[in-house]
């Protein structure tokens, strides 16, 4: 068995999570990485650090695919944890089907509490460990257009919060990284290619990944991603949902980009 530390990183196989995993083994972590896609190309990628790398193709939506992932650990303790998997839906809430907005909720909610919990516990019992969660500045934002995403980004960042301070005397620490748009597939895969936030300009996701990374590395609570989306946090506090609904609609309204 190798003697390195073990990190889990699901949503692994493009964007954020890819970059973190390069990170994690940059670092001289032993990896398990978790995507509902094929991961060969970039398990290939992240071998080449000279790490052992184990690749899952699982739904983490799903309490078997969760199950299916841990099984993989094979006992071994996992000393950082990124849980960083979530699905994305546009358009309007009664223009989606109930699977589609279903599956946000068990993606993005259900399944990455399903993950935290086991991992969390045992972690808890030996009284380290690291864990990074993927939230979103959308947490804080009514969103229009966005309104199932967004609303399970609100649950993410105040759980994550929660929790961290459950386990603050237990040696265990939660970091949530809040990002704004990112430069990944989100964006296609969310079918919101002609609105302006899908066609404005976003941020590096290897820029947004090694700010996750390292903030966990130190152990802080939580860390929003550049000063555009931090200014934009800000104003959140002070506006009312009514304010950031309207804000968040004229960004995300089907057709409002400019193609």
């Known amino acids: 068995m190798s003697e390195r530390k073990l990190a889990l990183v ?22 398990i990485v978790a995507a509902d896609e094929t991961l060969v190309d970039s398990a290939a990628g992240l071998a080449a650090n000279g790490v052992d790398v184990e690749s899952v193709e699982a739904d983490l939506s799903t309490a078997a695919g969760v199950e299916r992932l841990l099984a993989a650990a094979s006992g071994r303790p996992i000393d950082v944890l990124v849980a960083n998997a979530g699905h994305g839906l546009g358009r309007g809430f009664l223009d989606q089907d109930v699977a589609e907005w279903r599956h946000v909720i068990d993606t993005n909610i259900t399944g990455t509490l399903l993950l935290l919990q086991p991992v969390l516990k045992q972690m808890a019992a030996r ?46 620490t939660i970091t949530c990284l809040k990002p704004g748009p990112t430069d990944t597939n989100f964006f296609a895969r969310a079918g919101m290619l002609d609105t302006k936030v899908g066609q404005s300009e976003k941020d590096d996701p290897a820029d947004v990944a090694k700010t996750g990374w390292d903030a966990m590395k130190d152990g802080e609570h939580v860390v929003v991603h550049g000063l555009k989306n931090k200014a934009q946090v800000l104003a959140s506090g002070v506006l009312s949902e009514a304010q950031t609904a309207e804000m968040h609609r004229k960004q995300a309204e089907p057709g409002s980009g400019q193609s």
């Open 127 to 172: 009284g380290q460990g690291k864990v990074l969660i993927t939230g979103s500045i959308a947490g804080h934002l009514a969103g229009s257009f966005q309104a199932v995403y967004n609303g399970s980004k609100a649950f993410v960042d105040s759980f994550a919060a929660a929790i961290g301070n459950e386990l603050k005397d237990s040696g265990v």
């Open 10 to 31: 699901t949503g692994a196989s493009s964007g954020i999570g890819r970059e973190i995993a390069q990170l994690a083994a940059a670092d001289g972590y032993d990896l």
